[in-house]
C-alpha cells in the first residue's frame, strides 16, 4: 500500500489522540476524528472505525478505567517505546535523551511531565514535526510497537485497533525485526545492570511507571 504523506499525516494524528489519556475532551473532537478516518485508505481506516464505535458505546468512565488498567498498571502494553528495548534501566536515559534531541531539531518542545517515547506523542511528532524523522524513530523501535499490538490483540483490548492501524503505516516487516520481536517476546526487556551509571542527566531517567495524560 502506498501512502501520501497527508496521508501518513492523517492517519498518525488520529492515533496519536486515540492513545491520549480519554477526557472529554477526547469525547469532543470524536466527529471531527470520524472525518478525518474517512479520507484513509482502508487498512488504516477500518481499524480506526471500529476503536472509535467502541468509544462511542463506552461511559468516558469506563474508558477512562480501561486505559489506566491497561497502559499505566500491565508493563506488557507500556506505550514507552524505548522500555522494550532498554527496560528500566539506565541507558535508557540516552535513548530518551536521543528522542528529546530529534523534536528540538524540528523546533518542537514537550510539556513537563511528558516522556518523548511515549507512542502518542511520537505519533503527533511524526505528524507535525517531521515525518521522516518520526518514521524512523517508530521503526528503530518496532520490535517494540509490534509486541504491544499482538498482546493488545490477544487480550482482546479495544486499542489493538489502533495499533493494528499504526503498524499499517510503517514499511513491512522484515527478517530481522521478526526475528527482535521473537526475541524481545522470549526474553523480555533488559534489566538493570548493578552499578552502571548513568547515561544521561536525571532529568531524562524514565519514572518507574505511570501514563501520558
Known amino acids: 500500500m502506498t501512502l501520501t504523506d497527508a496521508q501518513r499525516a492523517t492517519a498518525w494524528q488520529v492515533q496519536s489522540l486515540l492513545l491520549g489519556y480519554p ?9 471531527l476524528l470520524r472525518a478525518a478516518t474517512r479520507t484513509l ?3 488504516l481506516a477500518k481499524p480506526l472505525d471500529a476503536f472509535l464505535d467502541h468509544v462511542a458505546t463506552t461511559s468516558p468512565t469506563d474508558l477512562a478505567a480501561a486505559y489506566v488498567a491497561t ?3 500491565r508493563k506488557r502494553f507500556s506505550p514507552y517505546l524505548t522500555y522494550f528495548a532498554y527496560g528500566d534501566t539506565r541507558k ?3 535513548a530518551l535523551l536521543r528522542f528529546k534531541h530529534a523534536y528540538r531539531a524540528a523546533g518542537l518542545e514537550l510539556g513537563d511531565g511528558e516522556l518523548p517515547d511515549h507512542l502518542a506523542v511520537v505519533l503527533e511528532f511524526a505528524a507535525s514535526g517531521d515525518q521522516a524523522v518520526g518514521l524512523r524513530l517508530m521503526t528503530e523501535h518496532r520490535a517494540g510497537l509490534e509486541l504491544i499490538r499482538v498482546g ?6 479495544p486499542w489493538a485497533h ?3 492501524s499504526v503498524s499499517a503505516t510503517l514499511p513491512p516487516l522484515g527478517r530481522r525485526e521478526h526475528d527482535e520481536i521473537a526475541r524481545l517476546a522470549v526474553a523480555g526487556p533488559p534489566e538493570e ?3 552502571l ?17
Open 23 to 31: 477526557d472529554e475532551q477526547s469525547f469532543a473532537r470524536l466527529p
Open 41 to 43: 485508505p482502508a487498512p
Open 71 to 73: 497502559f499505566d498498571h
Open 92 to 94: 535508557r536515559g540516552l
Open 152 to 157: 493488545l490483540r490477544e487480550a482482546g483490548s
Open 162 to 164: 489502533v495499533l493494528e
Open 193 to 195: 545492570e548493578v552499578g
Open 197 to 213: 551509571a548513568p547515561f544521561a542527566p536525571p532529568e531524562y531517567l524514565p519514572p518507574p511507571r505511570g501514563g501520558r495524560r
